[in-house]
């Protein structure tokens, strides 16, 4: 079975599933076996990278209208594609036994892998908390946006608050050059620390480079249509380190079903499940609902900018001092 990883960020646009095709070609290419998984529900688009239209996704599986072979699509570039979910089909809640049946036959679609890499949708309230928490390896991209900063924060917080207790690293992207993004790595593993006694481990930096969007209008993974870019060298840089770290043990059983999960969530019309940060998913009508998130989504911006004013404060003085508790 192979090693799972996700990659996710509290904000959208940070470069994810470029990262995820990227690193998962640049693994396939060091002789890994890769498979990369669209878990982004709302916005499934690693196919629209690769300039390809599944036909079948395992949200086809799990309506009985597609089998498991036909979802996984080789690529050109050595990796294999799972598409997660078209988010077009009504589909009704599977009971525990059927969801158990269904786990013990998707699961077989990664034995041959030796990395499972998966992109998600970004933000807290999502409903994609719930299944990261599943996860072994967390990758949150950030950039040096300070929404992107206090969002990435938020995103660590409601997962250390959950009690997830796999393993969190980040990469730098969009920054301009390596001591850029290692800054923003400061930034977020000084502040979990102090706060959240976590440790966040550094994957490296994705430099800013437009080249990464002249390969997205064509449609062709960066590295493979600028192979000496800049860029490609980040996301090689980034593979070795992935190749160099060892593996976190996977409940695969677990996995699966939280996906399966989220896709039968995430294919019904919209309701907004809220992820709050003492992990209670909210009551009452979805006014209610909605408005409790704004709040808390409010609130937590309000807190964490301070708290990233203050850290740069620090940084730049050089203090010691301790912040407030947040
Ligand atoms: N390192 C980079 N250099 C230049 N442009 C970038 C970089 N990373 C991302 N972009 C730009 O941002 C766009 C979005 O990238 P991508 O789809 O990988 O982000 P994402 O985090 O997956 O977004 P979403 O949250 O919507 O899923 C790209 O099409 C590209 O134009
Ligand atoms: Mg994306």
Not at 185 to 209: E, H, M, N
Not at 235 to 248: F, K, P, S
Request: aromatic share 6%; with cysteine.
């Amino acid at each position: 079975m192979p090693r799972v990883v996700a990659v996710t960020s509290g904000k959208g646009g940070v470069g994810k599933s470029n990262f995820v095709l990227n690193v998962g070609i640049s693994l396939a290419m060091m002789d890994s076996r890769v498979q990369i998984l669209d878990a982004d529900l709302g916005l499934a688009n690693l196919d629209v990278l690769l300039g390809i239209r599944p036909h079948s996704t395992l949200e086809d599986v799990m309506l009985g209208r597609a089998d498991l072979d036909d979802i996984v699509i080789k690529t050109d570039y050595k990796v294999n594609l799972i598409p997660g979910c078209s988010g077009t089909q009504d589909m009704a809640d599977l009971s525990q036994e059927q969801i158990y049946n269904l786990v013990k036959k998707v699961r077989n679609v990664s034995s041959q892998a030796d990395c499972l890499l998966v992109d998600t949708a970004s933000g807290i309230s999502t409903g994609v908390i719930s299944f990261l928490m599943a996860v072994p390896e967390v990758i949150v991209g950030v950039s040096h946006e300070p929404t992107s900063l206090t969002d990435a924060y938020a995103l660590i917080k409601v997962l250390k608050k959950n009690g997830y207790s796999g393993r969190i690293t980040m990469f730098s992207s969009m920054v301009k050059n390596s001591a850029a993004g290692h800054a923003i790595y400061k930034k977020i593993s000084s502040a979990c620390q102090r706060f959240l006694d976590t440790p966040v481990g550094f994957l490296g930096s994705v430099y800013y480079d437009e080249k990464l969007s002249r390969a997205v209008t064509d449609q062709v993974p960066a590295i493979v249509r600028f192979p000496t870019s800049n860029i490609s060298r980040c996301y090689r840089v980034i593979a070795l380190t992935l190749l160099g770290q060892n593996n976190v043990e996977t409940d695969y059983d677990k996995f699966w079903a939280r996906l399966i999960n989220m896709i039968m969530k995430g294919s019904r019309p919209k309701t907004v499940k809220a992820v709050s940060f003492n992990g209670n998913s909210g009551n009452g009508s979805i006014e209610n609902t909605i408005h409790n998130i704004l709040d808390e989504q409010r609130r937590t911006r309000f807190l964490l900018e301070r708290l990233v004013a203050k850290i740069e404060r620090d940084v730049d003085s050089s203090g010691s001092s301790r912040g407030p508790a947040m």
